[in-house]
């Protein structure tokens, strides 16, 4: 009885490992991850020769995955496309950059949109003209934030 039950044992087995091959080729022939490559990205954001404390980062990349991070009290940023820090999409990218002024009071989160602390223009993506172009390996990138010029 104990050699039948090996026997079923061993071609249950069988018939699982066959029944992944296709996937483990489909990871062997491709890689096993979770999109394009991506390669590591961060910098610094400042505004006025100051890092700007808090916000939000987005690479924006025509056709493809968007990247994006969050800004910390020193201005840094990593970007994430698919895992946490991952990176971005090699390739030229819009960059928007989302950095508003804290609510005194959490009515006031609520029923207003505060002000940016930093130029307007660099908010929506139809008015950056901020671009980055990430590079295979390791690419630390800075933006320097102006207001624009009067004319």
């Known amino acids: 009885m104990c050699e039948r039950i090996r026997s079923v044992s061993r ?3 069988l018939r699982f490992l066959v029944s992944l091959s296709p996937c483990l080729l489909v990871c062997l022939q491709f890689g096993c991850s979770d999109g394009p490559k991506t390669a590591p990205v961060r910098g610094q954001v400042t505004y006025k020769g ?3 404390p808090h916000g939000t980062i987005a690479f924006i990349p025509d056709g493809a995955t968007v990247a994006t991070g ?3 009290p020193d ?3 990593t970007l994430t496309t698919f895992r946490k ?3 971005a999409i090699p390739g030229t990218h819009k ?3 989302t950095a508003m002024e804290e609510p005194a009071t959490p009515v006031e989160a609520w029923s ?3 002000p940016p602390i930093i130029p307007a223009k660099y908010l929506n993506l139809a008015t950056t003209d ?3 172009e990430v590079r295979d390996g390791d690419n630390t990138i800075n933006f320097e934030l102006k207001d624009d010029k009067k004319k």
């Open 11 to 13: 071609l249950l087995s």
């Open 75 to 77: 201005g840094s940023y």
């Open 85 to 87: 820090g991952d990176g």
């Open 50 to 52: 100051k890092p700007v």
């Open 112 to 114: 207003k949109l505060p």
């Open 95 to 97: 960059v928007v950059i």
């Open 130 to 132: 901020l671009r980055a």
């Open 70 to 72: 969050e800004i910390g």
